[in-house]
């Protein structure tokens, strides 16, 4: 971009500035949203104020270098509720008209520490989702961990994404939704997610169904509501740190004699010779389950 390029449009920041401070003060006091405003207004005038005020938001997020400006311009949040108040304000059409690159927008949007929860995604606009997702510039939600699981990885089909959704995560490591959703303050918001998707339905692999039991930043809540949806079987109790007693009630445990004692070792010696978390689960099968005498003086001492 040029000198010329830059000045112009920096002109054009000064210039909508007070064009939106004005509409600003007259919108952010009155119950309905920027755009049920707009939308009103525009119906009582032949000025489409809608499109200035969002050639100015653009303009803004692109053009404003100091984050300290651009929050003051942000002033009750007139900015951030213009975004987030119109699903379509993603489409290129809009950036293109400006002639702006694309992802400059994520710079703007990142200093307002503002994320988005839907995307009007199309083909023309990939580019910009794709720096929004690089840059963590959206919340966690079901509807765009679709969205991002259906066009940043590869060959996910939507029932993997349903009812697979940690393994599809997973399955890549090197995405930034793998480390994203992982973060402290976003886990249970994805658990949430995940769970709502899934329409209590899930398949996870084993390995993917440990990792989430065993992480200590889940809420004991949403490992329980995981447990009772997931039709996976652990191989190997003695792999999970907690929740015993409820994967033996939702019969997610493999049925073999080394989870039985495995349970019976940590649960039942101590205390009680058996309990009837214990009890249900052995009667729950009629198969037969061959306790193997070990070998060696162990074995000698047994006889």
């Known amino acids: 971009?040029?000198?010329?390029?830059?000045?112009?449009?920096?002109?054009?920041?000064?210039?909508?500035?007070?064009?939106?401070?004005?509409?600003?003060?007259?919108?952010?006091?009155?119950?309905?949203?920027?755009?049920?405003?707009?939308?009103?207004?525009?119906?009582?005038s032949h000025v489409d104020l809608y499109k200035l005020v969002k050639d100015y938001v653009i303009t803004t997020l692109c053009y404003t270098k100091k984050t300290a400006k651009l929050n003051e311009l942000n002033m009750n949040d007139?900015?951030?509720?213009?975004?987030?108040?119109?699903?379509?304000?993603?489409?290129?059409?809009?950036?293109?008209?400006?002639?702006?690159?694309?992802?400059?927008?994520?710079?703007?949007?990142?200093?307002?520490?503002?994320?988005?929860?839907?995307?009007?995604?199309?083909?023309?606009?990939?580019?910009?989702?794709?720096?929004?997702?690089?840059?963590?510039?959206?919340?966690?939600?079901?509807?765009?961990?679709?969205?991002?699981?259906?066009?940043?990885?590869?060959n996910i089909s939507q029932k993997d994404i349903y009812h697979r959704n940690y393994t599809s995560i997973t399955s890549d490591s090197n995405q930034p939704l793998v480390s994203y959703i992982h973060e402290t303050e976003n886990v249970d918001d994805y658990m949430a997610a995940m769970l709502k998707m899934s329409n209590g339905d899930i398949n996870d692999s084993p390995e993917a169904a440990v990792k989430i039991l065993n992480n200590e930043d889940i809420e004991t809540s949403y490992k329980e509501k995981y447990i009772a949806f997931i039709k996976t079987k652990i191989t190997s109790i003695i792999r999970i740190t907690e929740l015993w007693d409820y994967l033996l009630k939702c019969n997610c445990i493999e049925y073999n004699s080394n989870n039985i004692?495995?349970?019976?070792?940590?649960?039942?010696?101590?205390g009680a010779?058996?309990?009837?978390?214990?009890?249900?689960?052995?009667?729950?099968?009629?198969?037969?389950?061959?306790?193997?005498?070990?070998?060696?003086e162990d074995a000698k001492k047994t006889k």
Do not use: W
Request: aromatic fraction near 14%; glycine fraction near 4%.
């Open 78 to 154: 007139c900015i951030t509720n213009v975004i987030l108040g119109d699903d379509c304000f993603f489409n290129v059409n809009s950036f293109a008209s400006l002639g702006f690159y694309l992802f400059s927008i994520s710079k703007g949007m990142a200093s307002l520490n503002l994320k988005i929860g839907k995307f009007d995604y199309n083909e023309e606009n990939s580019i910009l989702l794709n720096e929004l997702y690089e840059n963590n510039l959206y919340t966690i939600n079901d509807t765009m961990i679709n969205l991002i699981l259906s066009t940043q990885y590869n």
């Open 273 to 296: 010779p058996y309990n009837n978390h214990l009890i249900s689960f052995v009667n729950s099968s009629n198969s037969d389950i061959m306790f193997k005498v070990p070998e060696g």
């Open 1 to 44: 971009m040029g000198s010329r390029e830059y000045a112009y449009n920096n002109k054009r920041v000064n210039k909508y500035e007070t064009i939106l401070k004005s509409f600003s003060e007259k919108i952010n006091n009155k119950s309905n949203t920027i755009c049920d405003e707009l939308i009103e207004f525009n119906k009582k």
């Open 261 to 270: 004692l495995d349970y019976y070792n940590e649960r039942c010696i101590l």
